[in-house]
C-alpha cells in the first residue's frame, strides 16, 4: 500500500487519519467533522486500515475495544454463576456420583441443572479457560494494534500544526489580543511555570506535559499478560508443588514434594481466648463460646546429609526449629509448609496389665505402641503376653473375621495370647474397647489400664516458581494503571496569526476540569483569547428538561 | 473497657455531625441563587466544616477503637461498615476540595449516615482475632479495598445526583422505574434498620434447637419474631411466636426471618411515603440536584473511578493474593468472596474501557456507576451474609 503525502511534505504510513507532522485532516470523514477524534491521533491503526484476509479480519476482532469489553463482561457473568451454589471444590465428596448426589439433596432441581451444565466446576471448565485465552488475546493484540501509531505520531508531531488540526480540537480559542508577542512571551513563561514541557516554533508554542501516562495502559496491560502466562505455567508439571502431610507428635517423616528434607512435629498446640487475659474481649467470648486464639506446630526440620546417601534417617542432619502458626509459614529452599488443618487426641497407645481372674493377681503392665506393635510382651514370672492380630480401627466382624476400616488407630482391637508357667500353651482372648470376648472361659484376662493420646498436624507444602513471575505482574499492572489514572496527557498550542491576532487550542487524554483550570491561570496572567470548550454543554440545557421546583 | 466506651462516644458524635452537615449542604445547595453564589456561600463553608469536624472524630472513635482491641478495627461487619462509612466520607471530602460542588456532599453524607446505622445492627462488642486473621497484611488488605471501594462509591453517588437531575419523573419511563427502585432499595436498608432497632429496644429474643445440616443439635437465637423456622426446630421460649413454617437444612431460617421482617417493613415505609408525597420518593430529591452541574457529575464519576480503581485493586486483589498466600497456601482459591472482589474488578474495568468510546458518557455511565456500587455493596452484605453463610453455617 502507497504512503499519503501530506500537503506539509511529510510521507504518513498508509491508513492515516492526521498528519503525523503537521495535524492535516488526510480524510474526508476528519475533514467535514466539527471535532477530531484525537484518541490515537489519528494514526495509521492495523485494525483501522486492513480488512481483508482472515489474518485482518481475527486481528481486527480482538483489537476491537468493544469485543474486549464483552470479553470482560463474559468472564464476569460466568464468575458470578460460579458463586450461586458451591464449587466441587468445596463440596464434601471425592466422587462424580456423591458430589452429584450432593447437588441434588441440597438444591434440588436447580442443584441437578447446576450439576448437569457443568457449572459446579466452573472456573476448571474448558469454556472458562478459553474465554480467559480470549481476554489475554485482546489484551495482546488491541495493545499492538495501538501502541506503536501511537509512539510513531507522539514522536514526530512538530510544534507546529496547521490550523485545520488547532480549529477541531475541543478546546479552542481565537483572537486580537492587545500584544500578541508579550502574550506569546508570558503565556511561555506561565506554562513552564506550571511545569509543562514548552518548545517553540516559527511563532508556535505547544506545551505538554505527562505524555508518559499514554504508556499507562500498555504497561498495566504488560502485566496483566505476564500475570496470566504466569497462571499458564503454573498448569505445567515442575512448577508447582502442593502436598499435605499429617504428622503426629512426636513422628518424623519425610516432606512429600520435598526430596530429601524431614520433619519432626514436637508439639502441637491450641489456644484459646480467656476471658481473664483477653478482658477486653469477654463480651464476645460470651456471646460466641470458645473463640481459638493460636494452632500451632512445633517442628523440627532436618536434611539428608550432603553427599549422603538420601533415606537414611539415623544421619539426618539439624536444620532448625520452628513454629508453624496460621500466618507463618515455615520456609526453606523455595518451599512453605503451612499450618492447615489438625486432629486432636489420636490414641498412641494403651497399657493394659495381666491379670488372674480368680485372684486379681496381677503380673505387670504393658503397654501397646498403636502403629507399631510388638509381638511379645515379656511379665513377671515368666508370663508373656503376645499380640497375635491387631485391628486399629475395628469395625465388626465379616465372615468370623474381625475387619479393620483404617490403618488408623480409631477404634483398636487385639487377639492376645496369655502363657503363663501355669498355662504354658496359653489362651487366646480378643480384647476391643469396652468389650473382651474368649473362645472357652480363660483363667487369665488382659485388663485394660490406660491410654496415651496425642495430637496430629494437618500441613500443606507448597512450592511455586511462578510466585515471583505472578508478582512482578502485578507490580508492573499498579504501575501501569496508577501512571494512566493519576496522570493525564495535557496539550496546549498557541501560534501567532496576522497582526496580533492569536490561536489557541488544547486537548488532554482525561481530567478536562484540570486543563481548563491551568488555561485560565495562563489566560489571566497572559491575556489570551477566551476559549471555548465545545462540548460544555453536552448535557445541560436547563429549563427544557422539567425542573418542577 | 473506658477506652471502647470513649470510642462509642465518638462514632455516636461523627453520626450526628454527617446529619446536621447535611442539613447544610442543602441549605447551600437550596439557598443558591444562580451558579457563582452556588459555588461560593457561607452555608457550605460551615457544611464542610462540620464534615471535617465529624471525619475527624470519626477517625477518632478508629483510632480508639484499634488501641482499645489491639488490633485495626475492621475484623467483622460493624466494625468494618463503619469504617467503611468513615472512608465514604474520606473520599468525599478528597473530591469536594476538587470540585468544590456541595450537592455531592448533599448525597454522600446520608449514606455515610445510613451506612453507620446499618453497622450499628450488628453485634458491636470487640471480638478477639481468629488465627487466620493474625497478621498485618488484614490491615492492609482490609483498609485499602475499602478504601478503593470508597472512592468508587463517590462515583455512584455522582451518578445518582446526575441521574435525579436529568432523568424526567414527570412521564413514564424505564429510566424513572430503575431510579425509583434505587430509592427503593435505600428505602428497605432503613426498614432493615428500623425493624431491627425497634426489636433489639423491645429486647425480643425467641431461642431453639435444631438439627443442622450436618445432621447435629445446635441452638439458635432469633432476634426478630420467627417467621421460619430452622430445620426440625423446637422451641426453648414457648411464649414466643411459633415460626409459621419449617425450611430445609442449608436454608437459614433465621436470616430469612431478618430479611422478610426488613423488606416488609420497607415495603410500608415506601408505600406510605408515596401516600403521603402522591408522587416518586425520587421526586422528592429532585430538587436537591436541580442545581448540580452534570458536567461536573459527569466528570466526578469518571474520575472517581479512575482515583478508586488503582487503589482497589492494590487492596482488593493484590494485598488480597499476597495475605491468601500467607495464610491459605494459595493466592487465590476461588472462594466466592474472592470471586466478587474480581467481579467488581472487571466491572469497573468494563466501566473504563467503555468511557474510551463516545456515547457512554453522561446517563450511561451514572447507571454503570450505580450498579457498580450495588456490586460493592452485595459482596458486602449479601455474600457475607448468604452466600457464604450457606457454607460456614453459623
Ligand atoms: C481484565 C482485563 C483488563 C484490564 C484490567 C484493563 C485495564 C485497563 C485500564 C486500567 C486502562 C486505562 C483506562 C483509562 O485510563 O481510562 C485500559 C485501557 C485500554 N484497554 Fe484495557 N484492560 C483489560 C482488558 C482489555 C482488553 C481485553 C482489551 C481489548 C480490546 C483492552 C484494551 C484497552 C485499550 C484499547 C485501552 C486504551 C488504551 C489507550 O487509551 O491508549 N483492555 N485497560
Known amino acids: 500500500m502507497s504512503k499519503i503525502k501530506c500537503q506539509c511534505g511529510h510521507e504518513n504510513p498508509f491508513g492515516t487519519v492526521l498528519c503525523e507532522q503537521c495535524g492535516r485532516p488526510q480524510t474526508d470523514e476528519a475533514r467535514e467533522s466539527k471535532l477530531i477524534d484525537m484518541r490515537y491521533e489519528g494514526s495509521a491503526r492495523r485494525s483501522q486500515t486492513y480488512k481483508r484476509s482472515i489474518v485482518d479480519k481475527i486481528w481486527n476482532f480482538f483489537s476491537s475495544v468493544k469485543v474486549g469489553i464483552n470479553i470482560i463482561i463474559a468472564v464476569l457473568v460466568t464468575s458470578a454463576i460460579g458463586t450461586i451454589f458451591p464449587q466441587k471444590l468445596f463440596v464434601p465428596a471425592t466422587t462424580e456420583a456423591d458430589i ?65 488540526f488547532l480549529k477541531k480540537q475541543r478546546i479552542y480559542a481565537e483572537g486580537v489580543v492587545a500584544d500578541s508577542n508579550s502574550s506569546f512571551d508570558k503565556a511561555e513563561e506561565k506554562l513552564k511555570e506550571l511545569r509543562y514541557n514548552v518548545k517553540i516554533e516559527e511563532g508556535a508554542l505547544l506545551a505538554e506535559k505527562g505524555r508518559f501516562s499514554r504508556w499507562g495502559p500498555y504497561v498495566n496491560h504488560t502485566g496483566l499478560i505476564i500475570f496470566l502466562f504466569a497462571v499458564l505455567l503454573r498448569t505445567l508439571p515442575g512448577f508447582y508443588v502442593d502436598e499435605t502431610v499429617w504428622l503426629r507428635e512426636g513422628e518424623t517423616r519425610a516432606i512429600p514434594g520435598a526430596p530429601g528434607y524431614y520433619l519432626k512435629n514436637n508439639d502441637f498446640i491450641i489456644e484459646t481466648y480467656s476471658k481473664e487475659e483477653d478482658a477486653a474481649f469477654g463480651q464476645a467470648i460470651d456471646r460466641v463460646g470458645t473463640i481459638v486464639k493460636n494452632f500451632q506446630s512445633d517442628v523440627t526440620l532436618f536434611k539428608d546429609p550432603e553427599g549422603g546417601l538420601p533415606g537414611q534417617s539415623e544421619q539426618m542432619e539439624f536444620v532448625k526449629d520452628y513454629s508453624i502458626t496460621v500466618n507463618n509459614p515455615l520456609n526453606f529452599d523455595g518451599f512453605n509448609v503451612y499450618q492447615m488443618d489438625y486432629r486432636l487426641n489420636e490414641l498412641k497407645s494403651m497399657t493394659f496389665q495381666l491379670m488372674e481372674k480368680t485372684t486379681d493377681k496381677s503380673f505387670g503392665e504393658f503397654t501397646v505402641d498403636l502403629l507399631n506393635p510388638e509381638r511379645l510382651y515379656e511379665l513377671n514370672e515368666g508370663a508373656i503376653v503376645e499380640l497375635l492380630e491387631f485391628y486399629p480401627d475395628f469395625d465388626g466382624v465379616e465372615d468370623g473375621e474381625p475387619v479393620t476400616k483404617s490403618p488408623i488407630p480409631n477404634n483398636p482391637a487385639f487377639i492376645f ?107 489571566l496572567y497572559a491575556d489570551l483569547p477566551q476559549y471555548e470548550d465545545r462540548q460544555e454543554t453536552k448535557f445541560d440545557d436547563d429549563g427544557k428538561k422539567g425542573d418542577k421546583s | ?193 428500623l425493624s431491627s432497632s425497634t ?49 430445609p437444612p442449608i436454608v437459614n431460617a433465621k436470616t430469612l426471618t431478618t430479611f422478610v421482617w426488613s423488606v416488609a417493613t420497607g415495603i410500608v415505609l415506601y408505600l406510605l411515603l408515596r401516600l403521603i408525597l402522591r408522587r416518586p420518593i425520587a421526586a422528592l430529591f429532585q430538587p436537591f440536584a436541580k442545581k448540580a452541574n452534570s458536567e461536573v457529575m459527569d466528570e466526578i464519576g469518571y474520575r472517581s473511578v479512575l482515583i478508586g480503581f488503582p487503589v482497589f485493586t492494590l487492596g482488593a486483589l493484590v494485598f488480597a493474593m499476597i495475605w491468601a498466600h500467607e495464610a491459605w497456601s494459595r493466592f487465590w482459591g476461588w472462594d466466592p468472596k474472592e470471586v466478587w472482589a474480581l467481579i467488581t474488578w472487571l466491572f469497573y474495568a468494563a466501566y473504563l474501557h467503555l468511557r474510551l468510546s463516545r456515547g457512554w458518557e453522561g446517563e450511561k455511565s451514572a447507571w454503570l456507576a450505580v450498579i457498580g456500587f450495588i456490586i460493592i455493596m452485595f459482596n458486602l452484605i449479601a455474600v457475607n451474609l448468604i452466600i457464604a453463610g450457606l457454607h460456614s453455617y453459623a
Open chain 1, 100 to 164: 452429584f448426589a450432593y447437588y441434588e439433596k441440597h438444591y434440588g432441581f436447580a442443584g441437578t441443572l447446576y450439576y448437569k451444565l457443568g457449572f459446579y466446576d466452573m472456573y476448571n471448565s474448558w469454556w472458562f479457560i478459553i474465554l480467559i485465552g480470549m481476554l489475554g488475546t485482546s489484551i495482546i493484540i488491541a495493545s499492538v494494534d495501538r501502541v506503536i501509531p501511537l509512539y510513531k505520531s507522539l514522536k514526530k508531531q512538530r510544534t507546529k500544526r496547521h490550523t485545520s
Open chain 1, 417 to 523: 495370647n496369655m502363657v503363663t508357667t501355669a498355662k504354658p500353651e496359653g489362651e487366646k482372648s480378643f480384647v476391643a474397647i469396652r468389650q473382651t470376648l474368649e473362645t472357652n472361659v480363660n483363667d487369665y484376662e488382659v485388663k485394660f489400664v490406660s491410654a496415651e493420646t496425642r495430637d496430629i498436624t494437618g500441613l500443606v507444602v507448597r512450592k511455586d516458581k511462578t510466585l515471583y513471575l505472578l508478582l512482578l505482574g502485578g507490580i508492573i499492572f499498579m504501575i501501569g494503571v496508577a501512571q494512566g489514572s493519576y496522570w493525564n496527557h495535557r496539550r496546549i498550542w498557541i501560534q501567532k496569526g496576522d497582526g496580533n491576532e492569536l490561536v489557541l487550542a488544547g486537548h488532554t487524554n482525561k481530567n478536562w476540569f484540570s486543563l481548563k483550570k491551568e488555561l485560565d491561570k495562563v489566560k
Open chain 2, 1 to 193: 473497657m473506658q477506652l471502647a466506651s470513649l470510642s462509642g462516644n465518638l462514632l455516636y458524635f461523627s453520626f450526628v455531625a454527617y446529619l446536621v452537615a447535611t442539613l447544610f449542604f442543602g441549605g447551600a445547595v437550596k439557598g443558591a441563587k444562580t451558579q457563582e453564589s452556588y459555588k461560593n456561600n457561607r452555608w457550605r463553608k460551615i457544611a464542610i466544616s462540620i464534615t471535617i469536624i465529624g471525619f475527624i472524630t470519626h477517625l477518632g472513635y478508629f483510632i480508639t477503637r484499634w488501641i482499645a482491641s489491639a488490633h485495626a478495627p475492621v475484623s467483622n461487619m460493624f466494625e468494618f461498615i463503619t469504617a467503611f462509612a468513615m472512608m465514604v466520607v474520606g473520599a468525599f471530602i478528597l473530591l469536594f476540595f476538587l470540585y468544590r460542588t456541595p450537592s455531592l456532599g448533599l448525597f454522600a453524607l446520608p449514606l455515610a449516615v445510613v451506612m453507620i446505622g446499618y453497622a450499628s445492627m450488628f453485634p458491636r462488642e470487640l471480638t478477639p482475632l481468629i488465627p487466620a486473621l493474625q497478621t498485618h497484611w488484614l490491615t492492609i488488605h482490609v483498609i485499602t479495598a475499602a478504601m478503593g471501594e470508597a472512592i468508587l462509591a463517590i462515583s455512584a453517588v455522582a451518578g445518582l445526583v446526575f441521574l435525579l437531575k436529568n432523568i424526567d419523573l414527570t412521564k413514564r419511563s424505564k429510566q424513572r422505574f430503575w431510579l425509583e427502585s434505587v430509592m427503593f432499595t435505600l428505602i428497605l436498608v432503613v426498614g432493615f434498620i
Open chain 2, 199 to 247: 426489636f433489639a429496644i423491645m429486647g425480643y429474643e425467641a431461642k431453639f434447637t435444631y438439627i443442622n445440616k450436618n445432621e447435629q443439635t445446635a441452638q439458635i437465637v432469633y432476634n426478630y419474631p420467627p417467621l421460619f423456622g430452622m430445620n426440625e426446630y423446637e422451641s426453648l421460649t414457648p411464649d414466643k411466636m411459633t415460626p409459621l413454617a419449617e425450611m
